[in-house]
């Protein structure tokens, strides 16, 4: 897809304006954003690409790995790097991750002859992040295919800056006649400022259903505490809790890794006290990409250390 990185290009950093302040003030928040000398360490079972989502790319720039649904990666670029990315491999260059509207025509072609897809998740790096004209270009040409009924748009730009949640940018979401998803990724309970509410709240006034995705990370969300604040504001401002991930094995971040006993305790506890509307569900995307799996609670006895994916394919707990 995009050409792969180098490890200088796994070190890259960027962070917003806005970001910064906050770096300063929480170290659950540097973590997420500061490089670390770990990140050079790479485990046994990591992988670049543990989702396998260079293998199911069609046309560049498309991932089609569920039947009914497309991933759209509209640059590889964000706003701010995080240092616990899943697509560290692609985030962070310019040049290789620019998408053109050749391409973007080319997407056009494959989605009008697969009709079975019927829900487009713009992602990247961050959808928001590029050109009004690009952007532009590229709802239009969504917006004109009759078989998408639902268009998601998976960005992390209202956390990380949510002054780049722009009217211009609004205003051309407006023109799409499908049902319009929100994913916003959340980490810790610092980041719903006031900036963020904001923007928040001009999603939701162009129609957007917005709901939000986690990942376990250790030293910066592992407690009960800081999760349950999380979720219960979310809730609270109209983003759905959705997912929450256990971090994927992708090489350099083993640091964030959480001990999976204690992932599942912090869930179980959750589940009793959260609303059902506020608790996202606990999965893990399963290495080789074959499917979101919900992970047991501690409701029942059952064995952990192996979970069969959406293929029958058993794997062991990473
Ligand atoms: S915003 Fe998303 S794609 Fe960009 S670095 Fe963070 S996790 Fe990766």
Redesign the pocket.
Known sequence: MFKMDTDEDLMLERRSRYIEQLVQKDPAIHKQFVFDEQELITEEDEARDPLREDEFTPVRGLVHKYPNRALLLLTA????????????RI??HVERGRIRKEEVDQWKSYLTEHTEIRDAIM????PLFVSTELFSYVIDTLAGIDSLKVIRL????P??DPMLVSDKKLEILKRLPQTLYVGL?FEHPLEITPEVREAVKKLQSIGGILYSQSVFLKDVNDDYDTLYELFTTLFEIGVRPYYIYRCDPVEGISHFRVDLEKEREIMTRLRSSLSGLACPTYVIDTPYGSGKIPVPLKYWDCGVEHYRDFDGTEHDII
Do not use: E, I, L, P
Not at 78 to 87: D, G, L, Q, S, W
Not at 123 to 126: L, Y
Not at 154 to 157: L, Q
């Open positions: 670029q964000c706003a701010t790097y995080c240092r616990f990315c899943t697509r560290k985030v962070s992602s990247g790096g961050d998976g960005t992390r730009v956390v990380t990724n």
